[in-house]
Nanobody, 122 residues
Framework: VQLQASGGGLVQAGGSLRLSCAASGRTLVNYAMGWFRQAPGQELEFVAAIIWSSSSTYYADSVKGRFTISRDNAKNTVYLQMNSLKPEDTAVYYC????????????????WGQGTQVTVSS
């Protein structure tokens, strides 16, 4: 699976951004896709995930109610709509794909896209 992320940028606190992750190379029906992020000096953090076949979603507590993950079957693309952004959301965001277990349970996916920088100014 090849993953191409896009959509990062600079936004003021309270603003919104939408990240996209286009997948290619394999059917995603048996996969989950997720977003992770890494702030400077911090460990990689799970943000959100979606099960491709059922559209079930999972979120980190820190983003619940503010971020929404969704998918577009026709475009093989996953989105992360980020609203009410906070300075602490500043990080490099990575999309990832793998089995539901590896994405949601152990949070160690095998397929990664390149990162996209999200910067939230106060």
């Amino acid at each position: 699976v090849q993953l191409q992320a896009s959509g990062g940028g600079l936004v003021q606190a309270g603003g919104s951004l939408r990240l996209s992750c286009a997948a290619s190379g394999r059917t995603l029906v048996n996969y989950a896709m997720g977003w992770f992020r890494q702030a400077p000096g911090q460990e990689l953090e799970f943000v959100a995930a979606i099960i491709w076949s059922s559209s079930s979603t999972y979120y980190a507590d820190s983003v619940k109610g503010r971020f929404t993950i969704s998918r577009d079957n026709a475009k093989n693309t996953v989105y992360l709509q980020m609203n009410s952004l906070k300075p602490e959301d500043t990080a490099v965001y990575y999309c990832a794909a793998d089995s539901t277990y590896n994405i949601v349970v152990v949070k160690r996916p095998g397929y990664w896209g390149q990162g996209t920088q999200v910067t939230v100014s106060s």
